[in-house]
């Protein structure tokens, strides 16, 4: 597409249009067609796939962080070069910090920056839907109506059709991947099991909470039974036996930082009592936390440096 116009020539609305275009156009191999012949909810990555994977989690407008995990360990270079793809587990908007719940500036401008990865690099670039990614009134942190605000701030600054591009954007998105390594998923097992078929289809309208249910739950923390909100370790081993993978199988989510039970404060491994499941989140000001498979089943998890001013030099302006 290069050779017919400039990609910093178009406008943010045609990068969004594109972006959709990118999103809706993987492979049907790697992403089903779910039983109305569109792109489902699932993403499957092949067994012969020996690029390595980045995962990232909620970034909640911290472009720092973002910028820093593309410049370290050269994943940049790597995702021009087809050598690794980035897996983003939603919630990249709404910068969460006290004091900053009505900044809505900065989640427009990560999305600016996703939207241009997703175009440069749309083989190797995914953005799962997280619960933030949405304009509902409905979500809030702390009574600020977060979705509404984020719609209005768009609206001001983009206009009507871009903010409903936007809202296409987020209904399009991809919800879990499968790895031969690694399960991901924004934020947790359904209670009760969900199969492959489900999953491709979880848009569907006999799908019911499904969707909800997988960008939403949280890891039981009070070990008693958990609630219709809350998954506990037997259900991350029900979700691997429902598809297939062995009892060890990782499976890294974002969503719910555990701050609350000490020891990392980026990223959570084996939380409360769950075993091979990682809770990342990569929003910290002084910590920009990743994970990486390098086509072997075991993961590292890796801190970016953060290097502010080299960071604008060698990404220019998104
Ligand atoms: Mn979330």
């Known amino acids: 597409m290069g050779e017919y116009y400039s990609y910093a020539d178009l406008s943010h609305q045609e990068k969004l249009q594109l972006a959709i275009r990118n999103i809706l156009t993987t492979d049907t191999l790697i992403r089903p067609l779910n039983d109305n012949n569109r792109p489902g909810g699932l993403l499957e990555f092949s067994k012969e796939d020996n690029r390595e994977f980045i995962i990232v989690g909620d970034l909640h407008a911290n472009k720092q962080n973002l910028k820093a995990i593309l410049l370290d360990n050269q994943n940049l270079f790597r995702l021009r070069n087809d050598e690794t793809v980035l897996i983003i587990l939603g919630d990249a908007v709404h910068d969460e910090r006290v004091g900053h719940l ?99 289809n979880i848009r569907s309208s006999v799908s019911g909470d499904l969707l909800w249910q997988l960008t939403w739950n949280r890891l039981n923390e009070t070990r008693s039974s958990p609630s219709k909100k809350e998954y506990a370790p037997t259900d991350l081993d029900t979700l691997r036996q429902n598809l297939n993978v062995p009892d060890n199988f990782p499976i890294v989510v974002g969503h719910n930082p555990m701050w609350k039970w000490g020891r990392d404060d980026s990223v959570w491994v084996d939380p409360l009592g769950a075993h091979n499941h990682v809770i990342l989140y990569s929003n910290l000001e002084q910590k920009s936390t990743y994970i990486s498979f390098n086509n072997t089943p075991k993961y590292h998890i890796r801190n970016a440096k953060l290097r502010v001013k080299k960071q604008k030099f060698l990404l220019g302006d998104y």
Not at 106 to 134: A, K, W
Not at 164 to 185: C, D, E, G, R, W
Request: hydrophobic share 40%; charged share 20%.
């Open 102 to 200: 009505h900044d809505m500036e900065t989640s427009i401008e990560i999305m600016d920056i996703i939207i241009h990865l997703i175009n440069e690099y749309p083989d190797n670039v995914y953005y799962l839907l997280g619960n933030h990614d949405t304009f509902s009134s409905r979500l809030g942190k702390s009574g600020i109506q977060q979705g509404l605000l984020y719609h209005n701030a768009m609206l001001e600054k983009r206009g009507k059709e871009y903010t409903n591009l936007m809202q296409t954007f987020f209904s399009v998105l991809p919800v879990f991947v499968i790895h031969k390594y690694f399960l991901a998923l924004h934020a947790g097992p359904v209670r009760g099991g969900i199969t492959k078929e489900q999953i491709i």
